[in-house]
C-alpha cells in the first residue's frame, strides 16, 4: 500500500550534516508512523527516530538525541531526517519505514525503503 524512497545520503566530514528525504507513494501516508533505521555492517539493524502520523509526536533513542530530528510533510507525501554534528559511528545504510503501530521495533515497521548511505568520515 506504501512505497517508500529514501535520498539524501552521501559522504560528509564528522561534524557535518545531511538532510534524509524519504518520499512515499500513496493516498494514505498520514495513516503510517514514520521511522528511520540504519544498519552499519555486520551489525543489526537498529532504530534512529519515529513520527506519528499527524506529526504531533516524536521519539528518539540517547545516540541521536539532540543531533537528529524527524519530520513530515503529509501533504507531499515526505519525510525528513535532519542529521547534524555527525560522527563516524553513524555510518550505515539509512531506512525510512512505515508502520501502523507505535514502535521502536524493526519487526513493527510494513513497509521499506531500498535504502541510503551515510558515510561520515574522521
Known amino acids: 500500500q506504501v512505497q517508500l524512497v529514501e535520498s539524501g545520503g552521501g559522504l560528509v566530514q564528522a561534524g557535518g550534516s545531511l538532510r534524509l528525504s524519504c518520499a512515499a507513494s500513496?493516498?494514505?501516508?498520514?495513516?503510517?508512523?514514520l521511522g528511520w533505521f540504519r544498519q552499519a555492517p555486520g551489525k543489526e539493524r537498529e532504530f534512529v527516530a519515529v513520527i506519528s502520523g499527524s506529526g504531533g509526536s516524536k521519539y528518539y533513542p540517547d545516540f541521536v538525541k539532540g543531533r537528529f530530528t524527524i519530520s513530515r510533510e503529509n501533504a507531499q507525501n515526505m519525510g525528513y531526517l535532519q542529521m547534524n554534528s555527525l560522527k563516524p559511528e553513524d555510518t550505515a545504510v539509512y531506512y525510512c519505514a512505515a508502520a501502523t503501530t507505535w514502535s521502536t521495533d524493526v519487526r513493527s515497521y510494513e513497509y521499506w525503503g531500498q535504502g541510503t548511505q551515510v558515510t561520515v568520515s574522521s
Open positions: 500513496g493516498r494514505l501516508f498520514s495513516s503510517y508512523r
